[in-house]
């Protein structure tokens, strides 16, 4: 069955600097994969999604990677700032009509 | 406001009193998902639906009931909950057959706590 790994637990950055994650998964690459950011006791909220055939998405600070060679996404929040703190999830979907399996996220702390 | 609502935020119940948490959605999305969340575990999917009177295991379903008698609505039930049952559960819906708009919305979550 497709698996999800996401880079360390944790990662602790400092503010200003750029704050890379990974999402790596096996088998075969989905059609999308997603990346949403979840605040503690609250429900993940989407930020980005990536096609197969994209290499590059970018949306203000946030950039995301596709590579389907590495089977890996890379998420990266530039100028990082203490805000930016949270658990990032990574999500795949193999096709519009298929179940989106999430990753266990990487939880980001930002040290002013 | 294009929403995920899911009643309710927070329950303490004893174990084996049935039990139903609430979902419900107003963009007319087909697909609609349960998870809970547990330390060091992530979201595990208990079960979706890909539409009205559609409804299809997840990861976790053992314990669990689901139906789909509309398309707005996701109910969950529990017809016996038990302690390994005390978790955060999330209710999520997204478009599905439309490739351009795929993303999942969530509810609030409900923590759910069976003694």
């Known amino acids: 069955s497709q698996k999800i790994e996401q880079n360390s637990e944790a990662l602790n950055i400092q503010e200003g600097k750029t704050a890379t994650l990974t999402c790596n998964y096996t088998?075969?690459?989905?059609?999308?994969l997603q990346w949403y950011r979840q605040d503690p006791g609250r429900g993940p909220v989407f930020l980005l999604l990536i096609r197969e055939n994209e290499k590059e998405k970018r949306k203000e600070r946030l950039k995301v990677t596709f590579d389907t060679t590495l089977k890996q996404s890379l998420f990266h929040i530039t100028a990082s700032q203490p805000a930016d703190s949270a658990t990032y999830l990574c999500?795949?979907?193999?096709?519009?009509?298929?179940?989106?399996?999430f990753g266990s996220g990487t939880r980001l702390s930002i040290r002013p | 406001e294009a929403q995920v609502t899911q009643n309710p935020r927070y329950l303490i119940t004893v174990t084996g009193k049935k039990l139903t948490v609430t979902c419900s959605q107003n963009m007319n999305h087909e697909y609609m998902s349960w998870y809970r969340q547990d330390p060091g575990l992530g979201l595990r999917q208990i079960y979706y639906s890909m539409n009205v009177e559609v409804t299809d295991k997840g990861d976790v379903p053992e314990g669990y009931k689901v139906s789909r008698k509309e398309k707005r609505n996701f109910p969950l039930i529990l017809e016996s909950p038990s302690p390994n049952q005390t978790s955060l559960y999330f209710c999520?819906?997204?478009?599905?057959?439309?490739?351009?708009?795929?993303?999942?919305?969530f509810g609030q979550g409900t923590r759910l706590t069976v003694v």
């Open positions: 999520a819906s997204s478009f599905h057959r439309d490739s351009r708009n795929t993303e999942a919305f």
């Open positions: 088998n075969y690459s989905p059609a999308y």
């Open positions: 999500a795949l979907q193999y096709s519009s009509a298929s179940k989106i399996i």
